[in-house]
């Protein structure tokens, strides 16, 4: 049985399942119904971050525009363009075991494509989530849904897995940006043209 996260709330991925290696990163949300004038596109990343909390190199953030890490370690499996349909609505498949030495923190993040020209937000969207699964069994082994009333942010953090000794532990997030992609690039370290 999954185990259910609270904000701020953290778990040991490894400790308890040895030998564990790859995992399933999903993350889902369903559109309120408010007509925008346009369909939300909704995107996922991962910003694979060092012991500063930042990005080392520009190809540490994986998303719908570079959607493998140079080490083969995050992948992101493609962009979901509507959202539509139960289940995941993107997913990153992540080898812990191939995660450069550099790396301690794996930021996944939601952000809202063109936010602002949509006249969209968090607000309109509900029922977000991130789990994790073991790629090898299927099996959900947490999950975080987030509760959270958002309002005018275009941008959440749902989560983040980090190592923490020689062990990997997942730190339910949920917190909101507003600025969209470009607000988390620029807190992350990552230059946007």
């Known amino acids: 049985m999954p185990v259910?996260?609270?904000?701020?709330?953290?778990?040991?991925?490894?400790?308890?399942?040895?030998?564990?290696?790859k995992v399933i990163v999903g993350l889902g949300w369903d559109v309120n119904g408010f007509d925008t004038g346009g369909d939300f596109d909704l995107d996922a990343a991962a910003f694979l971050l060092t012991d500063a909390g930042r990005v080392s190199d520009q190809k540490d953030f994986v998303f719908f525009g570079n959607l493998t890490h140079p080490s083969g370690a995050v992948n992101h499996l493609g962009d979901n363009l509507t959202g539509a349909g139960e289940g995941d609505d993107e997913q990153i498949r992540i080898d812990l075991s191939g995660i450069p030495a550099g790396i301690t923190k794996i930021a996944f993040t939601v952000t809202i494509y063109e936010a602002e020209a949509r006249h969209q937000n968090f607000g309109q969207v509900s029922n977000a989530f991130v789990r994790i699964c073991n790629e090898a069994t299927g099996e959900e082994m947490l999950r975080y849904?987030?509760?959270?009333?958002?309002?005018?942010?275009?941008?959440?953090?749902?989560?983040?897995?980090?190592?923490?000794?020689?062990?990997?532990?997942?730190?339910a997030i949920g917190s909101g940006y507003q600025g969209g992609l470009a607000a988390l690039c620029s807190n992350y370290g990552v230059e946007v043209g």
């Open 4 to 21: 259910s996260l609270q904000k701020g709330q953290k778990v040991s991925l490894t400790k308890g399942n040895p030998g564990l290696t």
């Open 145 to 171: 849904d987030l509760g959270e009333d958002f309002s005018i942010e275009t941008a959440v953090v749902f989560g983040e897995l980090y190592k923490n000794g020689g062990e990997w532990k997942f730190n």
